[in-house]
């Protein structure tokens, strides 16, 4: 396989209440980021070989207008039918840097040009999570943990037929 799993985010309205319920648990948080530009932040659970992140939107018009618009990740939000989550790739290590699916580079305000990441055709598509690629990004040493609380297992997403 030449990609593998970064981390995978649900799109939710209520972090607190999301994030909260992952502690309780037994999830540990590590920290909470903004995404400037894209009009979200996040709660992020570390695990020995991936990332669950909760991501919210913290201003609306900036996620309508900014640069990430395309992503439409206030209209997930505003939608309840719409799929609330995302799968985020990047290449395993010795693989070359191609593209897993037909997409659109998103030029994010928190990384320097030209690490652009390939956002998946379907963005507009909101029954379907959100496919991203990270072209830029190293492979990441993964390590698998005896807790099975520290390791992901499988990240099974279904959309409806």
Known sequence: MRFELDHFFI??????????????FGLQE?????HKGQGTSNRRFEFANGMLEILYLRDVE??????????????????????????????????????????????????PAPNAFHVGDNSNRLHEP?????????????????????TLAEVTLLVPA
């Open 30 to 34: 590590s920290f909470r980021r903004d």
């Open 130 to 150: 959100l496919c991203v690629y990270v072209p830029f990004m190293a492979p990441v040493e993964r390590s698998i943990d005896a807790n099975p609380l520290r």
């Open 62 to 111: 900036e996620a309508r207008n900014g640069p990430a618009k395309e992503m439409c990740l206030a209209e997930r939000v505003a939608q309840p039918e719409a799929s609330p989550f995302g799968v985020v790739l990047t290449r395993t290590s010795g693989s070359e840097s191609v593209r897993p699916f037909k997409g659109w580079s998103y030029q994010a305000d928190y990384f």
């Open 11 to 24: 799109l939710t309205d209520q972090p607190e209440q999301a994030g909260d319920l992952l502690v309780a």
